[in-house]
């Protein structure tokens, strides 16, 4: 191979938020510092598609032999403040669901605003705790 997987596969690194693309950013993570973003592929081996899976393998053999390089690091770090933005905002959404009257919230039809309140700030707090366990935000 003589392209970085990296810059081949840049699109769904940097730009694709379904579960499989969220996995191989994982992985970008783990190999950018894999004290602080663990990736165990026997856990998630079952997530990924033939397609996804290859890209998986180009990026490990391709690190393998060439280490860390520009292209990796780049995608790394965008991904890094990607996430950190995403959790910003969610923390921004959750402060908001804190400080509002639940009965004020904007709720679809057949069902009360309190309900949809309490579901929108569960949501909020797991992405929240998610994001502090992932080290993208603090407390």
């Given at each position: 191979m003589s392209q970085s997987p990296y810059v081949l596969h840049k699109k769904i690194l940097l730009?694709?938020?379904?579960?499989?693309?969220?996995?191989l950013q994982d992985f970008v993570l783990y190999q950018y510092e894999s004290g602080q973003y663990p990736f165990d592929i026997n856990e998630h081996r079952g997530g990924f598609d033939s397609r996804h899976l290859q890209i998986y393998s180009e990026l490990k053999q391709w690190f393998w032999e060439n280490g860390p390089?520009?292209?990796?690091?780049?995608?790394?770090e965008a991904i890094i403040a990607k996430r950190r933005a995403d959790a910003q905002a969610n923390f921004d959404?959750?402060?908001?669901?804190?400080?509002?009257?639940?009965?004020?919230?904007p709720a679809d039809s057949g069902e009360t605003p309190i309900d949809a309140h309490r579901a929108a700030l569960e949501s909020r707090e797991m992405f929240h705790r998610r994001y502090v366990a992932s080290g993208f935000t603090a407390e």
């Open positions: 730009d694709d938020t379904y579960g499989t693309a969220r996995l390089d520009p292209s990796s690091n780049e995608i790394a959404e959750l402060v908001r669901l804190r400080e509002m009257q639940p009965g004020t919230y």
